[in-house]
């Protein structure tokens, strides 16, 4: 029975596994899409998986006398989960719904619905950032304004402006739930963003029209800018030697229909394996809340 619930989560972390590897083959755009979706649903594969796992030790624990074999039922465990596998995922789910109310709680904080115009920080160091929320709030500092020109400033604002116009910030949020849940999803969270940063570059590129002159403008602010706050997407951000470098080449061309189908192929059967899980959740809420 155990390796039945495993099956899902360890297929779900072979698709993240490939995803993370062929990200930058593809157009920051398809890469940033599939990314997000994948974290989406190896999620959803897996934290199902770890409280059923979590549910299913405590269940069985001896000094309980058999209280909750009830539950252990209704998530169809029906065999004791050994130690080594049940209390670790015991503090994998509960640090996880820690780690989901911080990243909610500090992107509420940070959120900004209400349209406006470019913000001023007075601040010596060159940065950039667009703030989370519906209001694509853009941020730069007079250190920044104090470096570039008008040319080059606009292409910190074309990039900053396609973060917010293309809502990046709900892709990156789906990545920080994601990854506060499971933990081995850090390293495709940090690839997202670095998809995201890319799309917002190619946005700059179109906007102006010059990708050597982006690539330049963007080196040029990231040998002195800060990092971002939290959630917010930032000019200068993740991955700044390979974003130049991938300016300095040509755009990748489209992706090949039988390449692009198979990805989202190994996505949707993941996604069903997902589901698979989510409906052991569905047993247990059944048996708390008879009708």
């Not at 209400?114 to 667009?130: R, W």
Request: glycine content about 6%.
């Amino acid at each position: 029975m155990t390796a039945g619930l495993l099956a899902p989560l360890a297929i779900a972390m072979i698709l993240a596994v490939l995803v993370t590897a062929v990200h930058r083959r593809l157009p920051p755009t398809i890469a940033a899409r599939a990314v997000t979706t994948t974290m989406a649903v190896v999620a959803a594969a897996g934290v199902p998986t770890l409280w059923i796992l979590s549910l299913g030790y405590v269940a069985h624990v001896p000094l309980l006398g058999g209280r909750l074999d009830w539950c252990a039922e209704a998530w169809g465990v029906h065999d004791p989960i050994p130690a080594w596998l049940g209390v670790p995922a015991l503090i994998l789910s509960g640090a996880g719904i820690l780690r989901v109310r911080t990243v909610l709680r500090s992107y509420r904080r940070l959120r900004q619905n209400e349209p406006g115009a470019v913000e001023f920080a007075e601040h010596a160091l060159p940065f950039a950032f667009t703030l989370p929320g519906r209001g694509g709030q853009v941020v730069v500092s007079t250190g920044l304004v104090d470096i570039l020109d008008e040319h080059e400033q606009q292409v910190v604002l074309a990039h900053e402006r396609a973060h917010a116009v293309h809502r990046h910030d709900r892709y990156l949020l789906i990545a920080q739930v994601a990854a506060a849940l499971m933990p081995p999803l850090r390293t495709l969270a940090s690839r997202l963003q670095f998809s995201l940063e890319r799309w917002a570059d190619e946005a700059a590129v179109d906007h102006c029209g010059d990708r050597r002159f982006v690539a330049r403008t963007l080196g040029k602010v990231a040998l002195s800018s800060v990092s971002p706050a939290f959630a917010a997407l930032s000019f200068a951000g993740l991955g700044v030697p390979a974003r130049v470098a991938a300016l300095l080449s040509p755009p990748r061309p489209p992706v090949l229909p039988r390449y692009s189908g198979t990805l989202w192929c190994a996505i949707a059967v993941t996604g069903v394996l997902a589901a698979f899980q989510i409906h052991h959740l569905a047993l247990l809420l059944t048996a708390l809340c008879p009708t």
